[in-house]
């Protein structure tokens, strides 16, 4: 993986074999959206994207109509999940995950970092129910996307709701909210009247945020407008699991209906961005902006939301 790719949420290289968990409700599609589907422009070619992960060429798409959540999977609807069946992630399985340094007190303990970006700190006691680490909570933080879940953690709670996690194609298609050819949600200006439309790093990174948008780390599920089609936060405040497996140069030469990606892979397709991501470094936080990670990453900048089949 590059620099570039791991500034934004570094893979674990840790061996994963989770079983998953039995299957609870039936595909409740309340708090989702059904969309029509049908064709759109796919990608950019704009010439500040990262040419390693492999945004463009700008290429027409169809999708068949599929239900996507209107937000990420929240702490409290993952805690549901918890409670049901009693699923332990990945990271609480290893006893660790990554957490960004500006977010641990300024006491905290020596820990080990990443070596190209050492902001990236290796916290033991890190999880989805503390955030942290062990001296954290979720008591302010309910409303808040899940976070420190492996791609298996992702398919696991998906399976259980009945649902699944959307295809690269179909979260695009979605996060552009009817628009075509813009770089966010709402057009291409990053901050249309000066007004924050969501969660970035705003400051000098990675010493200062100065949360010119009202947060340090992670907002709630809903906190900023939904775009054209009522979905929130597709671009910034966490990363999304997607299905497909991650290539730079396969869709190129993958099918232009209803695509699905490499039938294998070492990386897992990651879209929107974060709250970790600023123009000086990774401006990944755009609807066509795309990462691969292994699927046994862990952080507290990732999360997911659901699709579902009609």
């Known amino acids: 993986m590059t620099d570039k ?18 299957p609870g409700t039936v595909g409740d599609t309340r708090g989702m959206v059904l969309l029509g589907g049908g064709e759109f422009l796919m990608g950019t070619e704009d010439a500040q994207a ?3 992960d492999g945004e463009g060429p700008v290429r027409a798409v169809r999708l068949d109509p599929f239900w996507i959540s209107r937000s990420a999977v929240s702490n409290r609807e993952f805690a549901d999940f918890v ?3 009693g699923y332990r992630t990945e990271a609480e399985r290893w006893g660790w995950s990554f957490v960004f340094a500006g977010l641990l007190p300024d006491d905290f303990p020596p820990t080990r970092g990443v070596a190209a970006t050492p902001w990236w700190r290796q916290v033991e006691g890190a999880d989805w129910q503390h955030p942290e680490g062990s001296h954290s909570d979720l008591f302010d933080r309910q409303d808040h996307p899940v976070v420190h879940v492996s791609w298996a953690d992702a398919q696991a709670y998906c399976a259980w709701a009945g649902l699944r996690l959307p295809t690269e194609a179909e979260w695009e298609y979605a996060a552009r909210g009817g628009l075509s050819g813009c770089a966010f949600p709402w057009g291409d200006e990053l901050q249309p009247g000066g007004e924050h439309l969501m969660n970035v790093w705003q400051g000098a990174f990675p010493q200062r945020n100065d949360c010119a948008d009202g947060w340090l780390g992670t907002c709630s599920v809903t906190e900023f407008p939904p775009n054209g089609f009522g979905l929130h936060n597709t ?9 497909d497996w991650f290539h730079p140069t396969f869709h190129t030469r993958d099918r232009r209906t209803n695509p699905r990606g490499p039938r294998r892979g070492t990386h897992r397709t990651a879209r929107g961005g974060s709250y970790l991501c600023h123009e000086s470094y990774c401006r990944r936080y755009r609807v066509s902006a795309r990462q691969g990670l292994t699927p046994d990453t862990t952080t507290g900048n990732a999360g997911f939301r659901c699709a579902r089949t009609p």
């Open 50 to 52: 990262y040419a390693e």
């Open 83 to 85: 409670s049901a069946t």
């Open 5 to 22: 790719t791991s500034c934004c949420a570094p893979s674990a290289g840790r061996p994963s074999n989770h079983a998953a968990a039995a």
């Open 235 to 243: 671009t910034g405040n966490v990363w999304e699991w997607c299905a």
